[in-house]
Structures are given as structure tokens and as C-alpha cells.
T-cell receptor, first 115, second 114 residues
């Protein structure tokens, strides 16, 4: 079975550019999470969705960040405009339907470098 | 506020020695606790979890953890370290309030010396 699929795996961009990160959760999973990982701040929960609806976006750093989940099989995290301090690894994770206390399944991450 | 604290950002052990990684949580409601492992350039994968029932839980690769409510702890142990255990380990808690979101500790990097 395919796991959580993230794209791109690596992105290098210049300050001010728009960045879009993509995630395809595991089929049948209905919760989706976006995390950001940096050396300084560790793993931060940015936003999560349940049944395509955003439940908690209190971790989104600022208005430059936005996330959508138009359907059960696709989500995007957008940064516009990007800044060097946004450089990090962004992980998407999903959780099975009916398993609110269950494990998260992680993608391999998207490494973003903003110059 | 709910939180997860991992004591020690780096732990170094010799091959064959006991591994002990510490995790304490703060939660006003019964938590669901997890340990994840991350190898370089990879996502996180589950080692073990505690939801209800037996407080000593066993996971993959010989790891186990014990939920101690009185100490609000969920420390991870392995009797004998192997070189392949070198990785970063994250303690996590899923909270039953606020929609079952999962938050992670800062992580502990385990080094295993030959």
C-alpha cells in the first residue's frame, strides 16, 4: 500500500516567492496533519483537518501561511510570500478513520530552503 | 496547557548498554501516549503507543515504555542498544479534548558507540 505522499521532496526558492507543498494521505484516512520541523523549534503542529475540515490552525505562524484540503485525497500548504525563516522540513501525516487515539502515518517530508 | 517534555536532547550509550529516554507530559485529561523514531531524511514512524489497559507497552525493535500516571511519565527503554538504534526519538501525546490533535516533544537524539 502506498504511504503518505508528499511533493516536492526538496524545494529551493528565493525570498518573496510563493511555495506550495502537496500531500496525498493514505486512502481511508480522514485526519490530516501538517507539521514543521526545525532544529530550533522541533516538530510544530501547524494545522490539522478532520473530514477535510480544518479543526485547529492555531499553529499556523502568520497570514503568509494557508492550508487547504479540497477533498479526502489531497491537501496543500501554501506560503506566500516566503521568507528565509520559513526554511524547514514540512511533514504531512494522516490518521485512519475512527482512530482518534491512533498513530499518525508520516510522509517523508518536503525540505524547503528559502534564500 | 498540555505539553510534552523530553529530558535530554542528546543521549549517548555504548552498544549493548541500557537505553533510557525520558518523557514527561502535562495533561488535564487522560492522554494517549506514543513514541516515534526518525531516521535521517525520513518521516517519523511509530515505535509503540499507550491508550488504555496495561501500563507497560512493548513496541518494535525491542523497545518498551511504561505509563506512570503518578509521575506523569512515559519513559522509553531498551535493555541492550544496537548500532542501528541510533536515531532521533520523539515522545508524543494525543489529547482527547480539542479534537484529538497530536503534539510532540522536542526529541532526543540517541548515539550508540561501538
Amino acid at each position: 500500500d502506498a504511504g503518505v505522499i508528499q511533493s516536492p521532496r526538496h524545494e529551493v526558492t528565493e525570498m518573496g516567492q510563493e511555495v506550495t507543498l502537496r500531500c496525498k494521505p493514505i486512502s481511508g484516512h480522514n485526519s490530516l496533519f501538517w507539521y514543521r520541523q526545525t532544529m530550533m523549534r522541533g516538530l510544530e503542529l501547524l494545522i490539522y483537518f478532520n473530514n477535510n475540515v480544518p479543526i485547529d490552525d492555531s499553529g499556523m505562524p502568520e497570514d503568509r501561511f494557508s492550508a487547504k484540503m479540497p477533498n479526502a485525497s489531497f491537501s496543500t500548504l501554501k506560503i506566500q510570500p516566503s521568507e528565509p525563516r520559513d526554511s524547514a522540513v514540512y511533514f504531512c501525516a494522516s490518521r485512519p478513520r475512527g482512530a482518534n487515539t491512533g498513530e499518525l502515518f508520516f510522509g517523508e517530508g518536503s525540505r524547503l530552503t528559502v534564500l | 496547557a498540555q505539553s510534552v517534555t523530553q529530558l535530554g536532547s542528546h543521549v549517548s550509550v555504548s552498544e549493548g548498554a541500557l537505553v533510557l529516554l525520558r518523557c514527561n507530559y502535562s495533561s488535564s485529561v487522560p492522554p494517549y501516549l506514543f513514541w516515534y523514531v526518525q531516521y535521517p531524511n525520513q518521516g517519523l514512524q511509530l515505535l509503540l503507543k499507550y491508550t488504555t489497559g496495561a501500563t507497560l507497552v512493548k513496541g518494535i525493535n525491542g523497545f518498551e515504555a511504561e505509563f506512570k500516571k503518578s509521575e506523569t511519565s512515559f519513559h522509553l527503554t531498551k535493555p541492550s542498544a544496537h548500532m542501528s538504534d541510533a536515531a532521533e526519538y520523539f515522545c508524543a501525546v494525543t489529547l482527547g479534548t480539542g479534537g484529538f490533535k497530536t503534539i510532540f516533544g522536542a526529541g532526543t537524539r540517541l548515539f550508540v558507540k561501538a
